[in-house]
């Protein structure tokens, strides 16, 4: 019955594999995002989707790439992964785009890149 | 300046104590606001919008000042389950910003 799902839950790999995280979700919701949190805890939107259309898009490498095949699901790849990308990735959704604050998010993979 | 800041804290109160948090915002044009709560390694879940007039859900409240562009969030009579971090967030026209948070640790 989980709302928003993301699987792995805990990610561990060397420097420069490539590396995927899917999401879903079940309430039916038009918008996805993809948020990553680092170490200081600073959480920061990369990506968000509506009804499988790229609507937010920011400022990340473009080795990092989204894909939603249908609006239940958002993936994210990563390819060439470096030091850096190591952090707490969440996945989240809203009913629609508007609704930005109404959010519900993903319990998280933790990545770790060695 | 940050687009969103809280100070981290900890903030250590007792149990039943009122405590406080402010969140100021860079963007004069921010539309929407929010308060987050996640707990240690967990998911970030809505605790309540903020709106214009202010508005109460139980024991928390919460304030917007749109002239200092601040919004804060009262809790009163703490509670041990009220631990957590407390994200404030902030949206204008596609651009979601959250704050760092700010710790909270209730006592007994």
């Known amino acids: 019955d989980t709302a928003v799902s993301q699987t792995p839950k805990y990610l561990v790999t060397q420097m420069g594999n490539d590396k995927s995280i899917k999401c879903e979700q079940n309430?039916?919701?038009?918008?996805m995002y993809w948020y990553k949190q680092d170490s200081k805890k600073f959480l920061k939107i990369m990506f968000s989707?509506?009804?499988?259309?790229?609507?937010i898009n920011e400022t990340v490498p473009n080795r990092f790439s989204p894909k939603s095949p249908d609006k239940a699901h958002l993936n994210l790849h990563i390819n060439s992964l470096e030091l850096g990308d190591s952090a707490v990735y969440f996945c989240?959704?809203?009913?629609?785009?508007?609704?930005?604050?109404?959010?519900?998010f993903g319990p998280g993979t933790r990545l770790t890149v060695l | 300046r940050k687009e969103v800041e809280q100070d981290p804290g900890p903030f250590n109160v007792p149990e039943g104590a009122t405590v406080a948090f402010n969140c100021t915002y860079s963007?004069?044009?921010?539309?929407?606001f929010f308060w987050y709560r996640q707990d240690c390694r967990k998911e970030p879940k809505l605790l309540m919008s903020?709106?214009?007039s202010g508005n109460e859900d139980g024991r928390f409240t919460a304030q917007l000042n749109r002239a200092s562009q601040y919004i804060s969030l009262l809790i009163r009579d703490s509670k041990l389950s009220d631990s957590a971090t407390y994200l404030c967030?902030?949206?204008?026209?596609?651009?979601?910003?959250f704050g760092a948070g700010t710790r909270l640790t209730v006592k007994p």
């Open positions: 989240a959704s809203s009913p629609t785009r508007r609704e930005v604050g109404l959010q519900f």
């Open positions: 309430l039916g919701h038009d918008t």
């Open positions: 989707y509506n009804n499988k259309e790229l609507i």
């Open positions: 963007n004069s044009a921010s539309q929407s």
């Open positions: 903020v709106y214009s």
């Open positions: 967030v902030v949206y204008n026209n596609n651009d979601m910003r």
